[in-house]
Nanobody
Framework: QVQLVESGGGLVQPGGSLRLSCAAS????????IGWFRQAPGKEREGVSC???????FYADSVKGRFTISRDNAKNTVYLQMNSLKPEDTGVYYC??????????????????WGQGTQVTVSS
């Protein structure tokens, strides 16, 4: 079982930037899709951005133009560059992967490998 470990969260002011990293303990390309999800207090989990094995990408409407997902196959790591952060971006960010082509990045349905999460807080 490949483990996923997130890092890079923290406290940032509105308008600031953070880069999250998700390091896989094994070959990251075993996942057909891998991506980032977040959950704010009192809200349901939502998909933020995902990348497929073929490098196709998905972004939630709320983050388009501000967030960028990328993958370094040599380092078995996926990144989420977050710019122009807003208070509504606050939440626990999880990295997750699926070997299925039917994984739903919007909800996380079908994603079966999850990291422990990293907290992102956007506040002045």
């Amino acid at each position: 079982q490949v483990q996923l470990v997130e890092s890079g969260g923290g406290l940032v002011q509105p308008g600031g930037s953070l880069r999250l990293s998700c390091a896989a303990s094994g070959f990251i390309l075993i996942y057909e899709q891998i991506g980032w999800f977040r959950q704010a207090p009192g809200k349901e989990r939502e998909g933020v951005s995902c990348i497929s094995r073929g490098s196709g990408t998905f972004y939630a409407d709320s983050v388009k133009g501000r967030f960028t997902i990328s993958r370094d196959n040599a380092k078995n790591t996926v990144y989420l560059q977050m710019n122009s952060l807003k208070p509504e971006d606050t939440g626990v960010y999880y990295c997750a992967g699926t070997r299925s082509v039917f994984g739903d990045c919007k909800s996380g349905t079908g994603y079966d490998s999850w990291g422990q999460g990293t907290q992102v807080t956007v506040s002045s």
